[in-house]
């Protein structure tokens, strides 16, 4: 039997007049994701079909690729009652063999009105056919096995399980961003969340050696890593920070050291942002869970930039971002033990409700503009491409 990935979309859909736009940017990306694995793209109305020499690689790469919903492994079947009841057979036969005597139902989407048997007969001939010849039984309200049918006017296909997608907008059709990425939980989810909405993601990344040392540095390059296998690649900035988080240290009193070295992030990471193209900066803050995240806190820190700042998990608890981080593959890196910068030097009790006006008359005294702009020229710039680690599929 012939065999294919059923690829399944959802909001790029509802686009009206702009849907060719989006339609065209995920099947550049699907057919990117899918090629290592030897896969061909065809479009259908409302889904498309991939062929590949290693199928199984092809499912997981496409899962991963937003904008799409779901994907399923097909069996290519012709418009016929007796080839869709063979598929379906087949089907069912695989799942018990890998699962055992499973309940199962038949759904049934005919999309091709020449067909001359509706939805409901559809599945309830197939479903006999399954019943009699594997003896799985029927379950129509909670069964373990869903067998899909699809009959459409440029293919019909059957089959069984069905992996969930990320969803969201296909990558690069929002315009790039650049991520504020350290080695915590919260950043890279910030940077797969904005992915989601379309945006093409490069990252910065602040390095204080020797007090966040080189295995700092190696774990950020493998959260970047992770977040280019959801794009393809990712460009990462490494700016060495030391000597200017020492001099912001010394300049002012040691409750706003927190702010004034996320001030100077942002200065740095706006130069660097105009460098490469990006339209707005992303952050993984959170409103309240640290003492730097107040709203008095983060006026302050955002009036230093020279772009918008995106801040998508802004009203997330930490359980809930932990919650994502595991579901999309970062958490475990993230969980590592790390040095994070922003911890040096920093008081007992900093300051909760700092004001523009006091960090900018400290950072008057300070050659700012030209440290910002001289750090951003000066990064290490790092190519990441996928990490190949692609996260286990979810069934739905």
């Not at 309200?141 to 069984?160: K, S």
């Not at 440290?371 to 680690?389: F, M, N, Q």
């Amino acid at each position: 039997m012939k065999r294919a990935i059923v690829v399944r979309y959802g909001e790029v859909f509802l686009k009206g007049e702009n849907r060719g736009f989006f339609l065209s940017k995920l099947e550049q990306n699907l057919r990117r994701a899918v090629a290592p694995c030897g896969g061909r793209v065809e479009r259908l109305h409302t889904r498309y079909l991939v062929r590949a020499d290693d199928p199984a690689g092809a499912l997981l790469s496409a899962s991963r690729v937003f904008g799409v919903t779901s994907v399923s492994p097909a069996i290519l079947c012709e418009p016929d009652l007796t080839a869709i009841g063979d598929a379906a057979v087949a089907c069912a036969r695989e799942t018990a063999d890998r699962r055992g005597n499973v309940s199962f139902k038949i759904e049934t989407r005919r999309s091709d009105k020449r067909f001359p048997f509706p939805s409901l007969e559809i599945s309830r001939l197939v479903g006999g056919r399954v019943f009699t010849e594997v003896g799985l039984p029927v379950d129509v309200h909670q069964p373990a096995l869903t067998i899909g049918i699809e009959v459409g006017r440029e293919a019909t296909f059957v089959y069984g399980d069905t992996v969930a997608g990320p969803g969201g907008l296909p990558v690069t059709t929002a315009g790039p961003v650049l991520l504020l990425l350290s080695g915590g939980i919260d950043s890279p989810v910030a940077g797969w969340l904005m992915q989601k909405r379309g945006c093409e993601v490069s990252a910065i990344y602040f390095h204080s050696f020797p007090y966040t040392g080189d295995r700092t540095k190696e774990k950020v390059k493998d959260l970047a890593r992770l977040l280019a296998g959801w794009q393809g690649r990712l460009r990462l900035r490494v700016v060495h920070f030391t000597d200017i988080q020492k001099a912001l240290r010394e300049a002012g009193p040691a409750e706003l050291a927190v702010v004034l070295y996320r001030r100077m992030m942002m200065r740095i990471a706006s130069h660097a942002a105009r460098l490469d193209g990006a339209l707005a900066l992303v952050t993984g803050e959170n409103l309240g869970q640290v003492a730097s995240q107040t709203l008095e806190n983060i006026a302050t820190i955002e009036e230093a930039a020279a772009l918008p700042v995106l801040r998508p998990l802004l009203t997330y608890d930490k359980s809930e971002t932990t919650a994502l981080a595991r579901r999309i593959g970062t958490f475990e890196v993230s969980a590592l033990p790390y040095e994070d910068c922003c911890s040096l030097f920093v008081p007992e009790h900093p300051e909760l409700r700092a004001r523009v006006e006091v960090a900018a008359a400290i950072e008057a005294r300070l050659p700012i503009a030209q440290w910002a702009r001289e750090a951003a020229e000066a990064s290490e710039i790092i190519e990441l491409l996928d990490a190949g680690l692609p996260a286990a599929p979810a069934l739905v």
